[in-house]
């Protein structure tokens, strides 16, 4: 409620349900109907206290936050051939979730995908070329239900 009673302009109207109130802040706000259910912001703005954490030095978080982290550069190479390997000798491939939405994109998938005007989406049924659907879509019906991968 201070919240509100600072954001509502002054002489600004609010209105409550039936079983609400302003509570403790009846001095912030006048009732206009009798039942209780619209009030008027009175003019001055209440002083409205927020608690305010300060952080201990000393704790685990803030120390941790002050050390450098070690860059360990060997397995940031590693990383880095690794991915330029995938893009330039990996097929292109898609990987998808249960629900048969694209959740990964491995090398140059253009020559199967095309985005058809409407709402976008990243089920690869919607995705993928009309020509190669119904092939990687009996794919994908078999892969579940023998819960194991295929390959076309």
């Not at 079983?19 to 259910?37: A, L, N």
């Not at 709402?119 to 239900?145: D, W």
């Amino acid at each position: 409620m201070a919240i509100i009673s600072y954001a509502l302009k002054p002489n600004g109207y609010l209105v409550l349900g039936e079983s609400e109130s302003v509570g403790k802040f009846t001095s912030s706000f006048e009732p206009i109907t009798k039942r209780g259910v619209v009030f008027k912001k009175k003019f001055g703005q209440p002083k409205v206290e927020l608690p305010v954490q300060t952080p201990n030095p000393f704790s685990k978080e803030i120390a941790a936050m002050r050390l450098p982290k070690k860059i360990d550069t060997q397995n940031l190479l590693n990383e880095e051939i690794d991915q330029l390997l995938l893009a330039q000798f990996t097929p292109p491939s898609l990987l998808v979730n249960n629900n048969s939405d694209i959740i990964v994109v491995r090398g140059q998938v253009n020559p199967y995908v095309s985005i058809e005007s409407g709402t976008p989406s990243f089920s690869i049924t919607k995705l993928l070329r009309k020509e190669i659907r119904p092939t990687v879509q009996t794919t994908l019906y078999r892969a579940k239900n023998l819960r194991k991968m295929l390959r076309k």
